[in-house]
């Protein structure tokens, strides 16, 4: 069973920036594509990025381009989410999840077996 913990989340101002890690707790992610999904209250959970187990490919959801990018750091066991010129709507619980593939990633949140807690992101003036 897969572990993932996430963590970095906090405050921040409109315009700010945040970055949140995700790592496993006892192994590596080399095998892993990881996603990031965010749920806020009263709505759906939605896809944030995602990267694939080497790290060479990432996807960010057409919302968020341009303001979040996904990176992995396989060594350290972590994929790391930086957010940036962040927005009031991007508040909410952003989780970070992992699925064993030798192919890509996917923002298909339901191809995804493993799930952090998740860490809440708060966006606010």
């Known amino acids: 069973q897969l572990q993932l913990v996430e963590s970095g989340g906090g405050m921040a101002q409109p315009g700010g920036s945040l970055t949140l890690s995700c790592v496993a707790a006892?192994?590596?992610?080399?095998?892993?594509?990881v996603g990031w999904f965010r749920q806020a209250p009263g709505k759906e959970r939605e896809a944030v990025a995602c990267?694939?187990?080497?790290?060479?490919?990432?996807n960010v959801a057409e919302a968020q381009k341009g303001r979040f990018a996904v990176i992995k750091d396989n060594a350290r066991r972590k994929v790391f989410l930086l957010l940036t010129n962040l927005k009031p709507e991007d508040t909410g619980v952003y989780s970070c999840?992992?699925?064993?593939?030798?192919?890509?990633?996917?923002?298909?949140?339901?191809?995804?077996?493993?799930w952090g807690q998740g860490t809440q992101v708060t966006v606010s003036s």
């Open positions: 990267i694939s187990r080497s790290g060479e490919f990432t």
């Open positions: 999840s992992a699925f064993q593939t030798s192919y890509k990633c996917s923002l298909n949140s339901a191809v995804y077996d493993y």
């Open positions: 006892d192994r590596t992610l080399d095998l892993y594509s």
